[in-house]
């Protein structure tokens, strides 16, 4: 057997080259086209694998989903692909400090992005389906092979091989990753067991919208006349974060409330103004406003689905591994999720490079030992900044108001998945042998 390919003789590094890689042979079929399976084919693309994406949207719409935030951690991931940043950065949101404020419109402390935050690196925050365009163009770009309107229905794999059955044809590949978000298939082969998700106890309102009304209106116009800005409004189990875009011309907000309804698994379903509102009894006459506001079509109501943190991501033989929500899902107060997806993609690129073809079941392996602890202590912050907003003690924090803070922490923020990858996978596949 070929002995394991070290950091040093991996072609392509951690550099944004578009010189061509050496292929390495090894072929990945991925389920999913959202962020964790659009990252791994990019990345693994550029270490030299070949991969092909199986989705079941028949086209690529821009109108789904609304913000969606990127911290420096997978900011770092989009700057390694030439053209991607400076595509991304005039539609991002731009503002300088979060301004948190109580349920009645009280100002409580604003927390300035200043030269703590900018030693970390650029976020990306905007609108999904924009910045999905702009990766799936990228990925097309580099050669990937994305077929859409694919419905995969089935996993199998044995000793030599990992495939799938999609709209009933037999696809295979050396892995299959099982990028199908928090409704996976994929969980099922991988688990050797149906593992139903559970409602999280909270649900989300959401939207996205032009600023054009909200300017004309005293209540929301300062939210939006002077460029981008960001407003935390937090109260007893409920916080509510506005935040406008595009230099203040298009705006989205979302607030996470309690909601013990059983969740049907859909990330989404219309949402009534009304219902909305009348969670908000006593809050800020600001934030009613920018409810009522939003048009009915953009209003959204959200489910937030939990599940217990799998034993294992991958599958017995090795040939299957789960990436992103279908590994792991997050609660939207880690402003982690979508940043995680993209370093399980960059990590496992670079864990089949330096494994090799032969050793495959290693490589899976040996991402997911890279990788676990470090993804289950930030789906924990998830928890951590929800009881922190929504069980403040606002008593407290007239004292202290610094006690609302975001937390910005260097261990999630300054980490660099390919290159922790590069130096940490060498030794962690040595160790699988012993
Ligand atoms: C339509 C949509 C809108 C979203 N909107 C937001 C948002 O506004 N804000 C936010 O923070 N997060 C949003 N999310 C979730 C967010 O994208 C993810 O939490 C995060 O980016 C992790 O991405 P992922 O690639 O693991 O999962 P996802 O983004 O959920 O991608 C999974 C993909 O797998 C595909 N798929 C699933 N099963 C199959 C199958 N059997 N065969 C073929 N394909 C399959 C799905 O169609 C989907 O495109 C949205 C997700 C989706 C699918």
Avoid at 70 to 95: A, C, M, Y
Avoid at 121 to 131: A, D, L, P, Q, W
Avoid at 367 to 389: L, P, S
């Amino acid at each position: 057997m070929a002995p394991y390919m070290d950091e040093n003789s991996a072609s392509n590094g951690t550099s944004t080259t578009t010189d061509k890689p050496t292929p390495s042979g090894i072929r990945v079929v991925i389920v999913g086209c959202g962020y964790a399976g659009l990252t791994a084919a990019i990345e693994c693309t550029r270490k030299g694998h070949s991969c092909i994406i199986l989705e079941s949207f028949k086209s690529t719409n821009v109108q789904l989903g609304d913000v969606i935030s990127f911290g420096s951690n997978s900011s770092r991931i989009f700057q390694r692909w030439p053209g991607v940043s400076e595509q991304l950065d005039p539609i991002t949101h731009k503002s300088q400090c979060l301004k948190y404020k109580t349920w009645t419109g009280e100002d409580i402390y604003t927390q300035y992005w200043g030269s703590e935050e900018e030693n970390f690196g650029k976020r990306y925050n905007g609108h999904r389906g924009e910045i999905h365009k702009i990766v799936y163009d990228h990925a097309i770009e580099q050669g990937v092979e994305i077929r859409l309107g694919q419905q995969v229905t089935e996993y199998f794999e044995n000793d030599n091989e990992a495939g799938v059955i999609s709209n009933g044809e037999r696809i295979t590949g050396d892995v299959v990753l099982g990028a199908d978000g928090v409704r996976s298939k994929a969980r099922q082969l991988v688990l050797g067991y149906d593992d139903a998700p559970k409602p999280s106890g909270y649900a989300i309102y959401r939207a996205w919208m032009s600023s054009d009304d909200l300017a004309k209106n005293d209540l929301t116009k300062d939210l939006v006349i002077n460029g981008d800005s960001h407003t935390g409004w937090l109260g007893p189990d409920i916080h509510f974060l506005a935040a406008s875009i595009k230099d203040g011309k298009e705006f989205s907000w979302v607030f996470t409330h309690k909601d013990e309804r059983d969740v049907d698994e859909g990330w989404s379903e219309p949402g009534n103004h009304d219902d909305a509102c009348r969670i908000l009894e006593g809050w800020d006459p600001a934030v009613h406003a920018l409810v009522r506001m939003t048009p009915p079509e953009k209003l959204v109501d959200w489910k937030l689905v939990y599940r217990d943190p799998l034993p294992t991501w991958i599958s017995e033989k090795g040939r299957t591994a789960l990436i992103g929500d279908a590994a792991h899902p997050f609660l939207p107060t880690s402003i982690q999720g979508a940043s995680q997806a993209m370093e399980d993609g960059a990590c496992i690129a670079v864990c089949l490079q330096l494994a090799g073809k032969d050793h495959v079941d290693d490589a899976l392996r040996a991402f997911e030992k890279i990788r676990y602890d470090r993804v289950r202590k930030i789906q924990k912050t998830g928890e951590t900044t929800r009881d922190q907003w929504h069980k403040a003690d606002f008593d407290n924090l007239k004292k202290n108001p610094e006690a609302i803070k975001l937390k910005r922490e260097e261990w999630v923020l300054n980490h660099d998945a390919e290159t922790h990858a590069y130096s940490v996978c060498p030794d962690v596949l040595a160790s699988l042998r012993h």
